[in-house]
């Protein structure tokens, strides 16, 4: 059973690029969520991907946004990137998306300049 | 608006002692609270959750106390080794409306523990 994973581990953009970040969920797990975590501070949820659809989306705007693929896999974009994006992006992944137990990848650090 | 609070922001304990993180939440719709603890450089690992229905669960070490008519619970490290020394976050969720749970956390507690 492989665990959650992510690429890239870190990224360094500039101000108003756009960026793309992945995850392969957990194997058997249909469901991923985001999170963005600031330094010093708690995962925030973004959104989460269920059946290929956005299914709930935390306070984030709307140049957030993801895809998820028939394999489970999800994308995280973030257009028109802002110094306050620099955070560690974390995704995790469930079965179902009422499941308690969440399992998170190792997440990829995103430094905006 | 937190929904999650947590303290201390930081802990330094020695070896061999009892370390304690505190919680307190706001939304009594929750009803699943787990502690993740995060070593530098990677992702939050799930330690130990509890429902609102116990009031105390225990894993090895690891003990969560649980106070609903307070809305706080707690997370008690017995017998602290210097390998506990990680950042511990306290979250919460509940199923809304479309059945979607989603965590929400406390802001961390980062926990150093002296040998």
């Known amino acids: 059973e492989t665990g959650v994973t992510q690429s890239p581990t870190h990224l360094i953009k500039t101000r108003g690029q756009q960026v793309t970040l992945r995850c392969s969920s957990q194997s058997g797990h249909n469901t991923v969520s985001w999170y963005q975590q600031a330094l010093g501070q708690g995962p925030q949820f973004i959104f989460q991907y269920y059946r290929e659809e956005e299914n709930g989306r935390g306070n984030f705007p709307p140049r957030f946004s993801g895809l998820q693929f028939p394999n489970y896999s999800s994308e995280l974009n973030v257009n028109a990137l802002e110094l306050d994006d620099s955070a560690l992006y974390l995704c995790?992944?469930?079965w179902g998306t009422g499941t308690e137990t969440q399992y998170f990848g190792p997440g990829t650090r995103l430094l905006v300049l | 608006q937190q929904q999650v609070k947590q303290s201390p922001q930081s802990l330094i304990v020695q070896k061999g002692g009892i370390s304690i993180i505190n919680c307190a939440y706001e939304n009594t719709a929750f009803d699943y609270f787990p502690w993740y603890q995060q070593f530098p450089g990677k992702g939050p690992a799930l330690l130990i959750a509890?429902?609102?229905?116990?009031s105390e669960k225990k894993e090895g070490r690891f003990t969560i106390s649980f106070n609903k008519s307070a809305k706080q619970f707690s997370l008690h490290i017995m017998d602290s080794q210097p390998g506990d020394s990680a950042t511990y976050f306290c979250a919460a969720s509940s199923l809304d409306g479309t059945g979607r749970r989603a965590l929400t956390f406390g802001s961390g507690t980062r926990l150093q523990v002296q040998p």
């Open positions: 995790a992944s469930s």
């Open positions: 509890i429902r609102p229905d116990v």
